[in-house]
């Protein structure tokens, strides 16, 4: 549980990140 609850906090922050890269990407 401890080790999956890790890997799905990883994989909000990237995508976290990725959607924060792209708004900046988009915006002027």
């Known amino acids: ?3 999956n ?3 799905n ?3 909000i922050e ?3 990140l990725r959607i924060i ?3 900046n990407h988009r915006s002027p």
């Open 1 to 3: 549980w401890r080790s």
């Open 5 to 7: 609850d890790r890997r």
């Open 9 to 11: 906090s990883n994989l």
């Open 14 to 16: 990237e995508t976290k």
């Open 21 to 23: 890269s792209f708004a």
